[in-house]
């Protein structure tokens, strides 16, 4: 289509100029301008060998890309119903967008849903209510070996690199985080001044590419990282083993996108493509894994250390308890990320078809961590599709001690889910380098909305839990949460999982883990 619009350009400043010389008036030739596009459009239609559509119907054929351009927006917009929308329906969008602005989050008419649809969830209200408590828990993150503990907040937000989001969205989540007391996880890609500037509390996350804490050889330099994990509004540290939307897989940014500021973060060279293994170089085993979190609380001065992953091998993960075990030591936090999280750009194979989801990763790994007598001390935190006060509760009910949020507080700073992320598009300037689109986010205004959102949704949770009949998540059991499995039949998830008993994996496990216990070594990740 450029040289179609060269042809064209060229042919009408030449008729032009020839109007002129025979005295005609040039305001014919630009009345015919549109039939001479369609015929120039129409010929290159029909010699270009790179669509058979436009071959075949040359021009009209071009209403076709327009509208498969379009159709994210008219579904969007004019087709789906509030309630059936993907990832995130209207109505979860909605009550963000509210509550971030302040704004009424209340519905009249009751719901939407089909509530005798199999799959669908309800929690348990009390015929006691509590009152709601005026000053929302914390949860206290740092075991034995940790000597400077942090006290989180039930939602925060969850890993999101400077890189994939444009300078002014990182500045509005951490400002938001400093005025609501929360903290932000940084993502992998490094711990940028945008992260450091409003002063919120920080989670330093590391993945396999070290970036902020790499040697040129793209290894872990100690010595970097111990220089900044020590900074004040660091306050844990974090080993990303893998992320919902991509388990198993590393990324790569592309060369075009590494400039100086972005290289000078994450430690590589500016205009060069760099690659993240999916693998790490500082562990190959279970129990070299365990150590190196435990090498990592050391080098941060003793705050809490952890790691996060999507679940995939129970086999895998019982191997890494055993290890805890018998080194003595285990990690403060463990992040489970689902596998319907999706912040990160994937193959839509990954994206659709690899790893655990929320429910069962939070299942599999509380259930060992009791089994192993080590829940006391280990912290679960839950990251993937976490957007209203009920996915908090339903998420603490499974598990969990506390959540983060991605695409939700992205949502806060005015993410309209055109999902151009990785487009370097955004038409928000959320998820953008380019200056001209991050512009357009005022770091203000949005920094106030992240803060009321988190605020909102966390007294929506703590509304919820008091109708429960509890005030604090400790007092939440798997009898009030409950799934209907056919239109006439529904289930607690007490009854829908199994659910072992403090030590019982040591003791004398279930027919049921008994295999996976067995085969479970922490010298080696077992297939």
Same mark, same amino acid.
């Given at each position: 289509m450029?040289?179609?619009g060269?042809?064209?350009v060229?042919?009408?400043?030449?008729l032009?100029?020839?109007?002129? =010389?025979?005295g &005609?008036?040039?305001?014919?030739?630009?009345?015919?301008?549109?039939? #001479?596009?369609?015929?120039?459009?129409?010929?290159?239609d029909?010699?270009?060998?790179?669509?058979?559509? *436009?071959?075949?119907?040359?021009v009209?054929?071009h209403?076709?890309?327009?509208l498969e351009r379009?159709r /994210?927006e008219?579904?969007?917009?004019?087709?789906?119903r509030?309630?059936?929308?993907?990832?995130?329906?209207?109505?979860?969008?909605?009550?963000?967008?509210?509550?971030?602005?302040?704004?009424d989050?209340?519905?009249p008419?009751?719901?939407?849903?089909?509530?005798y649809?199999?799959?669908?969830?309800f929690l348990?209200?009390?015929?006691?209510?509590?009152?709601?408590?005026?000053?929302p828990?914390r949860?206290? $993150?740092?075991g034995?070996?940790c000597?400077?503990?942090?006290?989180?907040?039930l939602?925060n937000?969850s890993?999101?690199?400077?890189?994939?989001?444009s300078?002014n969205?990182v500045?509005?989540?951490n400002?938001?985080?400093?005025?609501?007391?929360?903290?932000?996880?940084?993502?992998?890609?490094?711990?940028s001044e945008y992260h450091l500037?409003?002063?919120?509390?920080?989670?330093?996350? $590391?993945g396999?590419?070290y970036?902020?804490?790499?040697?040129g050889e793209?290894?872990?330099?100690?010595?970097e990282?111990?220089?900044?994990? =020590?900074?004040?509004?660091?306050?844990?540290?974090?080993l990303? *083993?893998?992320?919902?939307?991509?388990?198993? &897989?590393?990324?790569?940014l592309?060369?075009?996108?590494?400039?100086?500021?972005?290289?000078?973060?994450r430690?590589?060279p500016e205009g060069?493509?760099v690659?993240?293994?999916?693998?790490?170089?500082?562990?190959?085993?279970?129990?070299e894994?365990?150590?190196?979190?435990?090498?990592m609380?050391?080098?941060?001065?003793g705050?809490?250390?952890?790691f996060?992953?999507?679940?995939?091998s129970?086999?895998?993960?019982l191997a890494?308890?055993?290890?805890?075990?018998?080194?003595g030591t285990a990690?403060d936090?463990?992040?489970?990320?689902?596998?319907?999280?999706?912040?990160g750009a994937?193959?839509?194979e990954?994206?659709d078809?690899?790893?655990?989801?929320?429910?069962?990763?939070?299942?599999?790994v509380?259930?060992?961590?009791?089994?192993?007598?080590?829940?006391?001390r280990i912290? &679960?935190g839950?990251?993937?599709?976490?957007?209203?006060?009920?996915d908090l509760?339903?998420?603490m009910?499974?598990?969990?001690d506390?959540?983060?949020? =991605?695409r939700? #507080?992205?949502?806060?700073?005015?993410c $309209?889910?055109?999902?151009?992320?990785h487009?370097?598009?955004?038409?928000?300037?959320?998820?953008?380098?380019?200056?001209?689109?991050?512009?357009?986010?005022?770091?203000g205004?949005?920094?106030?909305r992240?803060?009321?959102?988190?605020?909102?949704?966390?007294a929506?949770?703590?509304? $919820?839990?008091?109708s429960?009949?509890?005030?604090?998540?400790?007092?939440?059991r /798997?009898h009030m *949460?409950r799934?209907?499995?056919?239109?006439?039949?529904?289930?607690?998830?007490?009854e829908?999982?199994?659910?072992l008993?403090?030590?019982?994996?040591?003791a004398?496990?279930?027919?049921?883990w008994?295999?996976d216990?067995?085969?479970?070594? /922490?010298?080696?990740?077992?297939?």
């Amino acid at each position: 289509m450029t040289r179609v619009g060269i042809v064209l350009v060229t042919l009408v400043a030449a008729l032009g100029a020839l109007a002129a =010389a025979l005295g &005609i008036s040039p305001y014919w030739w630009f009345a015919a301008v549109p039939l #001479m596009f369609t015929g120039v459009l129409g010929a290159w239609d029909l010699v270009q060998r790179r669509h058979s559509v *436009l071959r075949n119907y040359p021009v009209l054929g071009h209403a076709r890309y327009l509208l498969e351009r379009v159709r /994210p927006e008219l579904q969007q917009y004019f087709i789906e119903r509030n309630y059936d929308g993907r990832p995130f329906d209207r109505d979860v969008r909605s009550i963000v967008y509210e509550r971030a602005k302040g704004t009424d989050a209340e519905e009249p008419y009751g719901t939407e849903r089909d509530v005798y649809q199999p799959g669908y969830e309800f929690l348990v209200p009390s015929m006691a209510p509590c009152p709601v408590p005026k000053d929302p828990p914390r949860v206290r $993150i740092g075991g034995p070996d940790c000597s400077r503990p942090y006290d989180m907040a039930l939602l925060n937000v969850s890993a999101m690199s400077f890189g994939s989001l444009s300078a002014n969205a990182v500045l509005a989540l951490n400002g938001g985080a400093a005025a609501g007391g929360f903290a932000q996880d940084t993502g992998e890609g490094g711990l940028s001044e945008y992260h450091l500037r409003p002063g919120g509390d920080l989670v330093w996350e $590391i993945g396999t590419g070290y970036f902020g804490c790499r040697t040129g050889e793209g290894d872990f330099d100690a010595a970097e990282f111990a220089d900044k994990a =020590a900074h004040d509004h660091v306050r844990c540290v974090s080993l990303k *083993l893998s992320q919902g939307a991509k388990p198993g &897989i590393g990324g790569v940014l592309p060369g075009a996108k590494v400039n100086a500021e972005i290289a000078r973060v994450r430690d590589v060279p500016e205009g060069r493509t760099v690659v993240s293994p999916p693998y790490h170089r500082v562990f190959s085993t279970p129990r070299e894994l365990v150590r190196f979190i435990a090498r990592m609380r050391e080098l941060s001065g003793g705050k809490p250390a952890g790691f996060k992953l999507c679940v995939g091998s129970r086999r895998q993960f019982l191997a890494v308890c055993k290890a805890m075990l018998e080194e003595g030591t285990a990690p403060d936090f463990i992040v489970v990320d689902g596998a319907e999280g999706g912040t990160g750009a994937a193959p839509l194979e990954f994206a659709d078809h690899v790893g655990t989801p929320l429910t069962e990763g939070l299942h599999t790994v509380h259930n060992a961590l009791v089994g192993v007598g080590l829940r006391d001390r280990i912290k &679960i935190g839950a990251s993937g599709k976490i957007a209203t006060g009920t996915d908090l509760v339903k998420r603490m009910v499974q598990g969990a001690d506390y959540g983060n949020a =991605a695409r939700a #507080m992205m949502f806060a700073v005015g993410c $309209i889910q055109a999902q151009r992320c990785h487009t370097n598009t955004c038409p928000t300037g959320v998820t953008t380098q380019d200056p001209r689109r991050a512009r357009a986010l005022d770091v203000g205004d949005k920094t106030t909305r992240v803060q009321r959102f988190q605020q909102a949704t966390v007294a929506s949770a703590l509304q $919820i839990m008091a109708s429960m009949g509890v005030t604090d998540p400790a007092q939440l059991r /798997p009898h009030m *949460l409950r799934r209907r499995v056919e239109p006439c039949t529904e289930r607690s998830f007490e009854e829908l999982y199994e659910w072992l008993a403090p030590g019982q994996l040591l003791a004398e496990p279930p027919a049921s883990w008994a295999a996976d216990w067995q085969a479970a070594d /922490p010298d080696r990740f077992t297939v």
